[in-house]
């Protein structure tokens, strides 16, 4: 079992900034992908950036731009740092992390972006 613990939400003013990191441990042996989620109420779970252990990312189209996500392979970390943050970015931000085609998830971590 791999165990995933978030860190670094909470209140921002639009504009502003968070990074969020999530931290892997447990039997790990070789995580491919790790990435970012994350579910604003009433709506589905998102997609928000992935990294793969090469380094290719991928990410959704509404932060293009605004967020960044890197990795650490020797620490098994993760971090999504946010920036120009907006109301429509107020959502639970998960990590979730694939090995050997097992998914894994984090609790989740609340950002809200308001005034």
């Known amino acids: 079992q791999v165990q995933l613990v978030e860190s670094g939400g909470g209140l921002v003013q639009p504009g502003g900034s968070l990074r969020l990191s999530c931290a892997a441990s447990?039997?790990?042996?070789?995580?491919?992908?790790m990435g970012w989620y994350r579910q604003a109420p009433g709506k589905q779970r998102e997609l928000v950036a992935t990294i793969t252990n090469s380094g290719f990312t991928v990410y959704a189209d509404p932060v293009k731009g605004r967020f960044s996500i890197a990795r650490d392979n020797a620490k098994n970390t993760v971090t999504l740092q946010m920036s120009s943050l907006k109301p429509e970015d107020t959502a639970v931000y998960y990590c979730r992390v694939i090995q050997r085609g097992g998914f894994y998830w984090g609790r989740g971590t609340q950002v809200t972006v308001s005034s």
């Open positions: 447990g039997s790990i042996f070789s995580i491919n992908t």
